[in-house]
C-alpha cells in the first residue's frame, strides 16, 4: 500500500467526504408521492384505490409501472392496464418496490463517475436473490420478500452519492480498489474516511426509511452490527451482495468481495443443498433483471 496513494493522489478527499456529510441536508429528497405511498403502504386502512391516485398523478410513473407489471420479469397471464389493476395483482410492497427504484433512479440522474449500468445491474440481481432466498426460507422465518427486495435494490445507494456528488474522487477510489485487489468499502475507508454503508444510513435517515431497511443500508457488509430486529434482512442481504459478485455482477469486472458468507448462511439456517438450490434458482432467473433495468431505470 502507497503513501503516495493514501496522501498524495486525491489531495483534499476527506475534506470534500466530510463537507458532503456535514450538507446532508442539500442531498436529494424522495418526491411527495414516495413518501404518500409508503404512508399508504404502512397503513392498515390504506386501500388499492388509495394508492392508484398517488401513483396516476405521475404520468412518467404510472407508464413504468404499467409496463413492468405486464413484462416478463413478473410473468402475469394476464394483461394489466390500469395502476389499480397492477396495485390489486401485484400488492402494495411490491409497487413500493418499483416506485422508490424508479424515483431514486431518476433523483440520482445525471453525471457519474460509475458504470451505471452495472451499478443498477448489480442492484437488481442483488434485489432478486434476496427475493428468491426469502421465498425458499419462508417455512423457517418470515420476511416478506418484496421488503427483501427493495433492501436489495438500495443497499448500495451511498455509491451513488459519492459517485455524484465527487465523480473524480471516487473514480480514483474504485481505480486504487482495483490496482490494490482491496474490496471497494475498504478503499472508500482509507480514502475518503467514510464508506458507501454510512453514506446510505445517512440517506434512510432523511429519507425516514423504514428501520429495517436504513439498517440494511448501515450494516450489510458487517450484520453482526444490525438491530437483531432487522438482522434476518441484513443477513439475506448480505449473503445475496456475495452472490451477485460471485456471479459476475459487480460494479466492474474482478470486483473484490471477500464478505464471510458462512456466517450469513448459519444465521439463515442455510444447508449446502439448500445453498445449491438457491444459486441454481438465481441462475435461471438472472436474465429477468434486464426488464427491469430497461423500464424502471433507463425509461
Partial sequence: ????????????????????????????????????????????????????????????????????????????????????????????????????????????????????????????????????????LMSVRMVDPESAFCAGILHDIGKLVFSQHMPDDYAAVCDYAKKEGIPLIEAEDELLGINHEKMGSILAEKWTLPPDLGCVLAHHHDPKQAAEEASYLVNIVHLSDVIAHNLGCGLFDDEVCTQEAVQCRLELKIGNSDYDKIVQNVENSIDKSNEFLSVIVKS
Fill in 1 to 136: 500500500m502507497s503513501n503516495q496513494t493514501a496522501a498524495g493522489t486525491i489531495p483534499g478527499v476527506k475534506e470534500r467526504a466530510a463537507q458532503i456529510v456535514e450538507n446532508a441536508d442539500r442531498l436529494p429528497s424522495l418526491p411527495t408521492v414516495v413518501l404518500k405511498l409508503m404512508d399508504v403502504v404502512n397503513s392498515s386502512g390504506s386501500s388499492a384505490d388509495d394508492a392508484s391516485k398517488l401513483i396516476d398523478k405521475d404520468p412518467a410513473l404510472t407508464s413504468k409501472m404499467i409496463r413492468l407489471a405486464n413484462s416478463a420479469f413478473y410473468g402475469i397471464p394476464r394483461s394489466i392496464s390500469s395502476v389499480s389493476s397492477a396495485v390489486v395483482i401485484l400488492g402494495f410492497n411490491t409497487i413500493r418496490s418499483l416506485v422508490l427504484s424508479a424515483s431514486v433512479a431518476k433523483m440520482f440522474d445525471g453525471k457519474h463517475s460509475i458504470d451505471m449500468d452495472r451499478y443498477w445491474k448489480h442492484s437488481i440481481v442483488t434485489a432478486m436473490i434476496s427475493k428468491i432466498i426469502v421465498r425458499h
